[in-house]
T-cell receptor, first 113, second 113 residues
Framework: GAVVSQHPSRVICKSGTSVKIECRSLDFQATTMFWYRQFPKQSLMLMATSNEGSKATYEQGVEKDKFLINHASLTLSTLTVTSAHPEDSSFYIC?????????FGQGTRLTVV | DQQVKQNSPSLSVQEGRISILNCDYTNSMFDYFLWYKKYPAEGPTFLISISSIKDKNEDGRFTVFLNKSAKHLSLHIVPSQPGDSAVYFCAASRTDSWGKLQFGAGTQVVVTP
């Protein structure tokens, strides 16, 4: 099946710094990618839709100025967590669709200390 | 507002027997449903999906049943194997916003020898 690769798999950063997470579709082009967040023992929650060449659309309650999304090419979307705080510590996952399937990256465990 | 619900947080089943996972949804606009398997600190792995125009889809050991009138779907795994032990997520989407998935809370499946 199609492969979506996410990097890094885990990152620890200091409070107040910014962290960038990359999501790549390795063998197909994705005009749209999606970013999710999963807190411990909870479900995956959609944060935003990343659109190639245009602005991302954010779900209600997600701060667009805090979670910057850039989708500069058909195979790469990035999520930057700006001025990270401990409450931003979570598991972030991206996905991309190909035909009738939605493929997910491996996820990024972000820990803000 | 949780639009996709998995009311059983856990399920224990003996190897070789059938695992039945249930999922309910509230939004009648959902017309595509997916099941994913997930291990901790990894992205979800696609298992099987079903369109609202069908009531059953089968792929190997996995069968998904959809009851639109009841807004209910289920995943049957038979026979269950120890490697099936994981968290299973039900997800729903709308064709007009394909890729934006609403996930249930997940069901932890443990297959015992």
């Amino acid at each position: 099946g199609a492969v979506v690769s996410q990097h890094p798999s885990r990152v620890i950063c200091k409070s107040g710094t910014s962290v960038k997470i990359e999501c790549r579709s390795l063998d197909f082009q994705a005009t749209t990618m999606f970013w999710y967040r999963q807190f411990p023992k909870q479900s995956l929650m959609l944060m935003a839709t990343s659109n190639e060449g245009s602005k991302a659309t954010y779900e209600q309650g997600v701060e667009k100025d805090k979670f910057l999304i850039n989708h500069a090419s058909l195979t790469l979307s990035t999520l930057t967590v700006t001025s990270a705080h401990p409450e931003d510590s979570s598991f972030y996952i991206c996905s991309a669709t190909k035909n009738t399937e939605a493929f997910f990256g491996q996820g990024t465990r972000l820990t803000v200390v | 507002d949780q639009q996709v619900k998995q009311n059983s947080p856990s399920l224990s089943v003996q190897e070789g027997r059938i695992s039945i996972l249930n999922c309910d949804y509230t939004n009648s606009m959902f017309d595509y449903f997916l099941w994913y398997k997930k291990y901790p600190a990894e992205g979800p792995t696609f298992l099987i999906s079903i369109s609202s125009i069908k009531d059953k889809n089968e792929d190997g050991r996995f069968t998904v049943f959809l009851n639109k009138s009841a807004k209910h779907l289920s995943l049957h795994i038979v026979p269950s194997q120890p490697g099936d032990s994981a968290v299973y997520f039900c997800a729903a989407s709308r064709t007009d916003s394909w890729g934006k998935l609403q996930f249930g809370a997940g069901t932890q499946v443990v297959v015992t020898p």
